[in-house]
């Protein structure tokens, strides 16, 4: 009787303990979203640049001898005519001397050779001496007035190497390193130039378009062929060394013709007004390319995730779920990406706590004030 009774009780307790509660799953993650706008944007391309004088000139001797005298200064301004270097010029006076004494012996050996012809001639007319004999007088004339010709000849090239001695600007510029002084020997045959002048009141800076670059800039701007989008292009700037700006704008006015074969690169040319001689040849910087966007797509590059190669955005789908979609960028804007496709203007994604997300999350989207659009109409 004490067992049934036992029994009653034990069930009776079990049947007044409190039932376990079912788990609740965790309400969906507050996320703030905005739309994706379109708008116009300006992107920029910076490509590593050289610059150089319209006209670089390497001065060299073009006779043989010791430097005299050195009229300029390194990094002094000269105009075209103005002499830079005086080589001893005592050798070609003296071989010009020489030159000028064998055109008068050779002018007085011509005046023998007519005097000797017209002598023969009328006594080759009487008969009196034969024919013979005026026709090597009048071979031998000739020969006196080749001689003529040769000894002026001479005489010219004599001239020309004294002028040699006396070397001139062949243009107006800027001198560079004097690698001879006083006294030097110098020749023809040096390796090094003696210095080099360089025209800079207008630049031309030089860079490089790999293969990918020159397809997507023939693709970019507008124009049938290079030379109508030469015409067209927008003006480039410089950026100098310690990333400063140039003050004056660039033109794209040359595109090499074919491309490197060992760097797989094209060269192209801009041309920069340098009134005050700021820029030198020698100076390296980057040219900057600008490229307009018309209606560009704009997401912030907050608002995406790489994988594997790939960026990608969490666009709002149907019952908040979001969904991964990849996008294709054209280029930056700031801190925005400029978007081609994967996306459309007024698409809502994302734009924060993409770690805590996987593909059919349900979110609780928080409307904000869309950043995005105002960057858009910047």
């Known amino acids: 009787?004490?067992?049934?009774?036992?029994?009653?009780?034990?069930?009776?307790?079990?049947?007044?303990?409190?039932?376990?509660?079912?788990?609740?799953?965790?309400?969906?993650?507050?996320?703030?979203?905005?739309?994706?706008?379109?708008?116009?944007?300006?992107?920029?391309?910076?490509?590593?640049?050289?610059?150089?004088?319209?006209?670089?000139?390497?001065?060299?001797?073009?006779?043989?001898?010791?430097l005299d005298k050195v009229f300029v200064d390194e990094g002094a301004f000269i105009t075209a005519g103005s002499p830079i270097f005086k080589i001893n010029d005592q050798p070609y006076r003296a071989a010009l001397n020489n030159a000028l004494a064998s055109l008068h012996a050779a002018e007085a050996a011509q005046g023998n050779a007519q005097i000797e012809v017209d002598k023969l001639t009328p006594l080759v007319a009487n008969k009196v001496v034969s024919d013979y004999q005026l026709k090597t007088a009048k071979a031998a004339y000739q020969v006196a007035k080749a001689n003529i010709e040769s000894a002026k000849a001479n005489v010219a090239t004599a001239q020309i190497n004294l002028g040699y001695t006396l070397i001139k600007a062949p243009v107006s510029g800027y001198i560079g390193r004097l690698l001879k002084k006083q006294g030097s020997l110098v020749t023809p045959q040096d390796v090094e130039a003696l210095t080099q002048l360089s025209d800079v009141h207008d630049v031309h800076v030089y860079f490089a378009l790999g293969e990918k670059d020159f397809v997507n800039f023939k693709e970019q701007y507008p124009g049938e062929t290079i030379k109508d989008k030469l015409k067209r292009l927008p003006s480039v700037s410089l950026l100098l060394a310690d990333g400063s700006e140039y003050a004056k704008q660039g033109k794209i006015d040359v595109i090499d013709g074919q491309f490197d074969k060992n760097t797989g690169a094209i060269t192209v040319r801009a041309t920069f007004a340098n009134p005050n001689g700021l820029l030198r040849s020698g100076n390296t910087g980057k040219v900057r390319l600008s490229l307009q966007h018309d209606n560009a797509l704009i997401v912030p590059q907050s608002a995406t995730v790489e994988m594997q190669d790939k960026v990608f955005v969490y666009a709002l789908a149907d019952s908040n779920k979001v969904k991964k979609l990849p996008i294709t960028i054209i280029g930056t804007s700031g801190a925005n990406y400029l978007v081609k496709d994967g996306v459309k203007a007024g698409d809502q994604i994302v734009l924060s706590g993409m770690d805590k997300l996987q593909e059919g999350t349900v979110i609780a989207p928080q409307k904000t004030v869309d950043k995005v659009a105002a960057v858009a109409k910047n």
């Open 1 to 66: 009787m004490k067992i049934i009774l036992a029994a009653i009780i034990a069930i009776s307790l079990f049947s007044c303990s409190p039932k376990p509660q079912t788990a609740q799953a965790p309400p969906p993650p507050a996320l703030p979203v905005a739309a994706v706008v379109a708008g116009n944007q300006t992107t920029y391309q910076e490509y590593p640049a050289s610059v150089e004088g319209t006209v670089n000139v390497e001065v060299r001797p073009q006779v043989s001898g010791s």
